[in-house]
């Protein structure tokens, strides 16, 4: 059973960084899509990232504007989300996500591209 787990979020003043982390497991992940996504109350959830297993070719948003940065370490099942000059706005719950077919590769800022979620991570951001 594939298990994702989040974990870094927390409160961080407006301008500060943090680093995300997703670990997986269950199954092995080698041609698969990973992505970041967030939430915040009140508002659907939102592409931010993504990353093929093993790849380079990344994807982001267009807000995020050079701010964040994915990568990931195969050797240990995780992934990252690296956040700099955080704002206000950045304030939500991220999920981590993985795809399994195809169409993760082609289409991965959609969420129903996405066959597996984390339970997500709080980040939140003061002024």
């Known amino acids: 059973q594939v298990q994702l787990i989040e974990s870094g979020g927390e409160l961080v003043q407006a301008g500060g960084s943090l680093r995300l982390s997703c670990t997986a497991s269950?199954?092995?992940?080698?041609?698969?899509?990973m992505g970041w996504f967030r939430q915040a109350p009140g508002e659907e959830r939102e592409f931010v990232a993504s990353?093929?297993?093993?790849?380079?070719?990344?994807v982001y948003a267009d807000w995020v504007k050079g701010r964040f940065t994915i990568s990931s370490d195969n050797a240990k099942n995780t992934m990252y989300l690296q956040m700099n000059s955080l704002k206000p706005g950045d304030m939500a719950i991220y999920y981590c996500?993985?795809?399994?077919?195809?169409?993760?590769?082609?289409?991965?800022?959609?969420?129903?591209?996405?066959?597996?979620w984390g339970q997500g991570t709080q980040v939140a951001v003061s002024t």
């Open positions: 996500a993985v795809g399994l077919s195809g169409d993760s590769k082609a289409y991965p800022s959609a969420l129903a591209s996405y066959d597996y």
């Open positions: 269950g199954r092995s992940f080698s041609s698969t899509t």
């Open positions: 990353i093929p297993w093993g790849g380079r070719r990344t």
